[in-house]
């Protein structure tokens, strides 16, 4: 799901500047603040929740509890999304085409700053942004239903695109997310490059509450002030965790593509944890779960390079 972040992307954040305002906006910080510039919520009863269940070994079942939290948060439905699509984040400049859209995992702490390694490991660049969640940002609400989400997301990625064709990655649970987005995208008319999955596993109930327990403690093992993560974000997070209730899996035309970790999770069972089966082609790349995009990301940029030269049209060095 998630993904740990370090102290390069602030780094990053730094360097970048601002864009036009039709343009993705630069790199900011793994928690972006609210756009009133207020603080982010005190540590509080929701942020203790799965820090104490991590120690026990119990993050699993706090799933109900993060659930029913999210839904005390305002929320929007399909049919009244709110007037502006959620921000796109410039994370690489490059060539225009195809225009690559990240969407990030739904955990504490994930953000468009997950893809800052993946994307300078490109050769040549390409412009690539990443899609803030909405209702990670204080100011935005969260999307009532999984549909609501895909749209609301879509409709931003269409805007970051500006006529470009669409490529679409996700990392983790991203990747539910990205491919419903090219898919939806598809069906409007836009032309879709492709949808790339990395390390996506099957979003089904079955699993789900497994494989967060896992994934979010591995980004709790990290430093929680860095990562931003408040009681503001663990509430968006469990508002995100109720969508799966609604979800369902979108036909997609364009070609997809899922980048394997060739070391799976190391707890018990996590060997039985199957990845999605959407994509038509899987390639396993070295690396863990969170290393693709970290250590190991030049080896995840190279799969997709190789595999855009093979599958689509509007590949830069096709």
Do not use: N
Request: one cysteine or more; charged letters at 15%.
């Amino acid at each position: 799901m998630a993904d740990p972040t370090h102290g390069h992307t602030q780094a990053l954040a730094a360097r970048l500047s601002w864009m036009p305002a039709a343009a993705p906006a630069p790199l900011h910080t793994p928690a972006d603040a609210p756009a009133s510039g207020a603080a982010a919520p005190a540590h509080g009863p929701l942020t203790t929740l799965p820090l104490t269940a991590h120690a026990r070994g119990e993050l699993g079942a706090t799933v109900p509890r993060l659930q029913a939290a999210g839904a005390d948060r305002p929320s929007f439905s399909a049919a009244a999304a709110p007037g502006t699509p959620p921000r796109a984040v410039l994370v690489s400049e490059g060539a225009a085409a195809p225009a690559v859209v990240c969407v990030p995992s739904f955990l504490a702490g994930s953000g468009p700053h997950q893809f800052t390694r993946f994307a300078a490991r490109f050769a040549p660049r390409l412009r690539m942004s990443g899609l803030t969640l909405p209702g990670f940002d204080a100011a935005t609400p969260l999307p009532a239903t999984w549909r609501a989400a895909v749209d609301s997301l879509t409709a931003a990625a269409v805007r970051a695109a500006g006529g470009a064709p669409l490529l679409l990655v996700g990392h983790s649970i991203g990747g539910a997310l990205a491919h419903a987005v090219a898919a939806t995208a598809e069906r409007a008319g836009h032309e879709v490059a492709g949808a790339v999955l990395i390390d996506t596993y099957e979003p089904e109930v079955a699993q789900q509450h497994e494989v967060f327990g896992w994934a979010m403690g591995r980004v709790l093992d990290l430093d929680q002030e860095l990562l931003g993560i408040t009681e503001h974000t663990v509430r968006a997070m469990g508002g995100y965790l109720r969508l799966f209730d609604d979800w369902t899996a979108d036909p997609l035309l364009a070609p997809a593509l899922l980048v394997a970790a060739e070391s799976g999770p190391e707890v018990p069972g996590g060997d039985r944890w199957a990845l999605w089966r959407a994509p038509a082609t899987v390639v396993p790349v070295p690396g863990d779960h969170f290393s693709l995009l970290e250590e190991h990301a030049a080896a995840t940029a190279r799969t997709v390079e190789d595999w855009l030269r093979k599958e689509t049209p509007c590949s830069p060095s096709a």
